[in-house]
């Protein structure tokens, strides 16, 4: 993945970049912790710029985001409800439920939106929502915008610190991506297990 990775922005420059962080977003093996240090590193050998560096890294964690955002916003709420009812154990929830949940990221997405690009895993995930509360696109660009060009900043500027080191940044932030994943699927898993309680409780 790493030669890919670096044969691409060897080969593409900043296409390459916008392409990685792109498919980071649509096929999470691709980890942004991998791609922006090595950019920084690209730029700190002077073959590409800082910060156009970063605005490819942003553009494509961007464009990434779209899919999930329109795939959510076409599926719709009712929709959502619907499975809620129909398939209650599996989404983990039920229509009254979504109900809260969507009200309060009406309140709070564009925080949700912005601070979700900084943490690995949820980066992807964010977009979901927005799109099923049918977030405004322009509020849900700038949002994501601002996060993912700080995200996608800070990642290449301590790739261009560390240079050839920069693969530390992936070594440091690698073990809270897995956690975070593995938390996500741990609590899903208990809630499936205990979802007939939950019901019951809820009554």
Sequence with gaps: MLDW??????????????????L???????????????????????????????????????????PWYFASRLLGEKRL??????????????????????????QHGGKMVFFGRLVPTIR??????????CMRLPRFLIYSIAGTLLWSGLLAWAGYLLQSHYYKVADYLGPISTAILVGIVLIYFYRVVTYPRQVRARR
Excluded: C, Q
């Design 124 to 133: 992807s995930l964010i977009s979901v929502p927005a799109g099923f509360t």
């Design 24 to 66: 980071e977003n649509i096929f999470p093996p691709i980890p942004s912790e991998i791609v922006m240090p090595l950019a920084g590193f690209v730029a700190a050998r002077g073959d590409l710029n800082l910060a156009g560096v970063t605005i490819a890294g942003m553009l494509g964690s961007v464009l990434g985001a779209l």
């Design 81 to 106: 409800k619907a499975w809620a009812d129909r398939h209650g154990r599996w989404l983990t929830v039920t229509s009254s439920e979504l109900d809260k949940a969507l009200d309060w990221f009406l």
């Design 5 to 22: 990775s670096a044969n691409t922005i060897a080969d593409m420059g900043y296409l390459g970049i916008t392409l990685l962080m792109f």
